[in-house]
């Protein structure tokens, strides 16, 4: 892997777009294993972390978007969908279940190659998130703790998982049942609980939060941006 820039799993049915697309991405330096379809791909996103996932949507037997919802769980994979014309709703459908990206079909493998690069540079930028500064407020999640106007306050590690995966999704809509399976937690008021803590290391005025705000019947989210 260290003479690769990323290992990219390719997913799609027809045998032909599977080789070109990993010629072209061999060519250009990355690393690429190939599926031949969903289930194919689900056994191997089992054994290898994939740096990125290329993914047809139709497939004989699971398309592409049952492949998301049935991993979106365990994976936190950058995904790019690829599409034939006129799948405007299932593309749609893609982007709201958790890809990060399409590509219609045909396509030219260069404006693949920049849509990847893209898509990796945003993720190592947001990897890199682990300290975080907004207005009077400091997150450092190497040392567990918040600051805001100079206090130091402490966050446990349940706390560190939910504002880590806050942090690198800005402006995200976490729901109840979302919290809980990061933290293996399933028990609403719990959960609640636990943001009511986060809230007074964050905010000033925990009745009328300014950043870690709930959204009616939705969830909650971190505005930092």
Request: charge should be neutral.
């Amino acid at each position: 892997m260290d003479n690769f820039l990323a290992h990219i799993l390719v997913v799609d049915d027809d045998d032909g777009i599977r080789s070109l697309v990993k010629k072209f991405l061999n060519e250009n330096n990355y690393l690429v294993t190939t599926a031949d379809s969903a289930e194919d791909a689900s056994d191997k996103i089992k054994i290898i972390k994939f740096d990125l996932i290329v993914l047809d949507i139709m497939m004989p037997g699971k398309n592409g978007l049952e492949f998301i919802e049935e991993n979106k769980k365990n994976l936190d994979t950058p995904i790019i969908l690829l599409t034939a014309k006129g799948e405007a709703k299932e593309r749609i459908e893609g982007l709201e279940i958790g890809a990060d990206d399409y590509l219609p079909k045909p396509f030219e493998p260069k404006e693949l190659i920049l849509r990847i690069k893209n898509i990796l540079d945003k993720t190592k930028k947001t990897e890199q998130k682990r300290i975080i500064e907004f207005e009077n407020v400091k997150i450092d999640l190497n040392k567990l703790l918040i600051i805001r106007d100079q206090k130091e306050f402490k966050i446990n590690n349940t706390e560190k998982t939910i504002l880590e995966k806050m942090i690198n999704s800005p402006g995200k809509t976490f729901s109840r049942e979302d919290i809980g399976k990061l933290i293996n937690l399933d028990k609403e008021r719990s959960i609640d609980v636990i943001i009511t803590r986060l809230r007074k290391k964050i905010e000033i005025d925990q009745k009328s939060p300014k950043f870690l705000q709930t959204i009616r019947g939705a969830g909650y989210v971190l505005w930092i941006e």
